[in-house]
């Protein structure tokens, strides 16, 4: 079966850096997606990664490695509105989207 | 106008009852979606519609039915639910099917069947 692996529950300090790993296994691979969740809030695009390496988008950079089927997303200078679920999508071989559970990221100050 | 809009936010309804989610997008996007999100489970897809015709139904119960009439307009009709239907009901839109471009969420509709 498809499967997504990422940590439930997360907590960082203000001002520091986080990092929310996210494992696969999945039929075939067509891009592996980010996407940030405020409670009570639609879903928003992070970061799309389809090649090894790591793309970074101010604060927010988006690592992938393809061989050992991970990704992660780094948060540098957490400010208190980062705090959220970080959900991690992967694209399989078919088009479909398959989802990981999200990661709830509690930021203190 | 924001990108995609759902009405309405909150819904409590008993199993009985007959009501209708509906989500509207003003992105001139062609292909639309409906997630159920559980706490604690990944996204559910549970219906695509791709230049206004069904290309997915994921094994989806009937008592939820999708109609879409054109390629703005998004519905889900629910009747005769149950408990576990209890959910965030989210709509997307992109450009089009099996793309490698990013889904564009509403703010859900939250569902409590009684």
């Known amino acids: 079966g498809q499967n997504i692996d990422q940590p439930t529950e997360m907590t960082a300090t203000e001002g520091a850096i986080v990092q929310i790993n996210c494992t696969y296994q999945t039929s075939g691979f067509n891009g592996l997606f980010w996407y940030q969740q405020h409670a009570g809030e639609a879903p928003t695009f992070l970061s799309y990664n389809v090649l090894d390496g790591l793309e970074e988008k101010g604060r927010f950079s988006s690592f992938l490695s393809r061989s050992k089927g991970y990704s992660y997303l780094l948060l540098k200078e957490l400010q208190m509105k980062d705090s959220a679920s970080y959900l991690c999508?992967?694209?399989?071989?078919?088009?479909?989207?398959?989802w990981g559970a999200g990661t709830k990221l509690i930021i203190k100050p | 106008e924001t990108g995609v809009t759902q009405t309405p936010r909150h819904l409590v309804m008993g199993m009985t009852n007959k009501k209708s989610l509906k989500c509207e997008q003003h992105?001139?996007?062609?292909?639309m979606y409906w997630y159920k999100q559980s706490a604690k489970k990944p996204l559910e897809l549970m219906f695509v519609?791709?230049?206004?015709?069904?290309?997915e139904n994921n094994s989806v119960p009937s008592r939820f039915s999708p109609e879409c009439p054109n390629s703005s307009h998004l519905f889900l009709h629910l009747h005769t639910l149950q408990p576990e239907d209890s959910a965030l009901y989210l709509c997307a839109s992109s450009q089009r099917e099996a793309d490698t471009g990013e889904l564009f969420f509403g703010e859900g509709s939250r569902l409590t069947v009684l």
């Open positions: 992105l001139g996007h062609n292909a």
């Open positions: 519609y791709n230049f206004k015709e069904q290309t």
């Open positions: 999508a992967v694209l399989d071989s078919n088009y479909q989207l398959i």
